[in-house]
């Protein structure tokens, strides 16, 4: 399978814990974004890469989210001192074709509960 | 702001009969339009998409959408539906010079036997 992958799919935590994300895009693109999803609702963006350099932080990613793309393939997502509020759909996807042609490929998702 | 109505949350069908998603949307000059559809437990998946050529877009399992700028609308629709279709189905802009995609709420498919 040649699609973009997303480790864990599920993940259960504690408030105040913190938890890492990571996303495999597919091998040849070179743009990566994060999205959250909550429930009945669509994905919000959350930022964005092209290859290592982070090029746009949505407001809703606060202070206690990072993300990094180090050597311009995968990426992960840190959530430090983890919230209720954080409980969601987290989403990665990944692009090449910069210009009108531009689709998005989506993982499945890891799917995060703080208790 | 760009944004994107979905004009149904829940949509029931009977198998076999046509299937009709509404998606209105607000942009900025050419925007790129997409479905999207979620099963349980699996990612989006790309459905079909519209980026400024033919107007009515064909897409995969005999999904199609019609890009009607005088209306902003990009509805979409199936002659006939299958079981198979029941899921979350997602209409997405992209407004013009960004790589932003900005979902709607989503419209859950239900398809009756």
């Known amino acids: 399978d040649t699609g973009v992958s997303q480790d864990p799919r599920h993940k259960i935590t504690k408030r105040g814990q913190n938890v890492t994300f990571r996303c495999d895009p597919i091998?040849?693109?070179?743009?990566l974004y994060w999205y959250r999803q909550t429930l009945g609702q669509g994905p919000e963006f959350l930022t964005y890469?092209?290859?290592?350099?982070?090029?746009?932080k949505s407001r809703l990613l606060s202070d206690r989210f990072s993300a990094e793309r180090p050597k311009g393939s995968f990426s992960t997502l840190e959530i430090q001192r983890t919230e209720q509020g954080d409980s969601a759909m987290y989403l990665c996807?990944?692009?090449?074709?910069?210009?009108?042609?531009?689709?998005?490929?989506f993982g499945p998702g890891t799917r995060l509960l703080v208790l | 702001a760009q944004s994107v109505t979905q004009l149904d949350s829940h949509v029931s069908v009977s198998e076999g009969t046509p299937v009709l998603l509404r998606c209105n949307y607000s942009s900025s000059y050419s925007p790129s339009l997409f479905w999207y559809v979620q099963h349980p437990n699996k990612g989006l998946q790309l459905l079909l998409k519209y980026t400024s050529a033919a107007t009515l877009v064909k897409g995969i399992n005999g999904f199609e959408a019609e890009f009607k700028k005088s209306e902003t609308s990009f509805h979409l629709t199936k002659p006939s539906a299958h079981m198979s279709d029941a899921a979350e189905y997602f209409c997405v802009v992209r407004p013009s010079g960004t790589y932003k995609y900005i979902f709607g709420t989503g419209t859950r498919l239900k398809v009756l036997a």
């Open positions: 091998s040849e693109h070179n743009r």
């Open positions: 890469f092209q290859n290592e350099a982070q090029l746009e």
């Open positions: 996807a990944s692009s090449t074709l910069p210009g009108p042609q531009e689709t998005q490929y």
